[in-house]
């Protein structure tokens, strides 16, 4: 059970915006799936976790489907006699949670001060845990790739492009505790937009980003020098669509979609990031920052100014742009060599240099590896089909 205040707060964060109707009966059933409850509880607590994950589209409508297709899954492993032991579900949500460089006790405690419960995240892997068995019994030893499938398959992944895109941003500051006040006025200037110029103009007189002043218009840049939960949320839209509002670490950012491209024959489709993060004061850190800049020429120089100084003032790191987190991985996308951007962040302000961009020699692809990655997409097909027979055989009503 969630203490009192903790609940209050998950309650603030999850129906601000909501209809009261809906914060005056939580525990209501919304959808019967063959005659068990989904509550308008988990409905909301599914939402918010979606927006959490940066999903694109109608979070409530992708909320309540998934919900229903979890129902499915968990009759599913029950009618074969599956249970995931509390040891199974405390290592998939060790393993959900290391996606993002987190431990489960960490992740679970960012999802609680947004006010998703630890039992919600729970639900969600034992769902999945128990789905992989199922489909795992069912297809087992039933499905094959042959060699020559292997080959061509390697074939097509040495005909390498990638794709670039043309994004506008606005980034808003969510110091501690306003996280949801921003959240919410995002969704509201998100709503207010209509057009490019509408953007333009909200991230004029919004956006905190360096990029305000051309109404937070980014030039052409490889999709690969994003994160990838930032560039998955970008490749969810359509060009002059704006994406839902994007936690970023003490910030919460739109973004607008202007321009995708595919391009054939661009390199390695991963690039390495080389980056330093030095931390300054927050009073005065905007000129502090420009004094620096105007001192240093690379990043090896940073340790210079450090010197005497406490050691975890300047953190050094080198990571996949993909891993990198989507406020640091959006700030040096585009920036080249040598150059830095400032902001603040919480009680202090950070400089942000990019030391080096290099990209990832790829090793040729390993015929099992490949025959591997085939046989999984094949068990998926079958197993999204199966769950449609599920669905299609289910008794499924609103109360």
Known sequence: MMRPAVFAIALSALFLGSAPVQAQNLFAPRIYVNDRAI???EVQQRIQMLRLFNTSGDLEELATKALVEDRLRMDAAKSLGLKATPEQIAAGMEEFASRVEMSAEQFIAALGQSGVSSQTFRDFVESGLLWREVVRRRYAGKIFVSDAEVEEAIARAGQNSAMRVLISELVIPAPPGQEAAVMARAEQLRARIKTEGGFSAAARGNSAAPTAARGGRLDWMPLKNLPAPLASSILGLAPGEVSPPVPMNGAVALFQLRGLEEIKGLGPQAIEIDYAQYVLSATGGVAAAAKLRSEIDTCDDLYGIN???????????????STLPANIGRALADLDPGESVDYPAGAAHMFLMLCARTPVQETPPDADAVRERLLNQ??????????????????????
């Open 378 to 399: 094949r068990v998926g097909v079958l197993a999204n089909s199966y769950l449609e027979e599920l669905r299609f055989n289910a008794i499924i009503r609103e109360p």
């Open 307 to 321: 010197k005497g100084k406490p050691a975890e003032n300047l953190i050094r790191e080198t990571k996949t742009a």
């Open 39 to 41: 509550t308008e509880f």
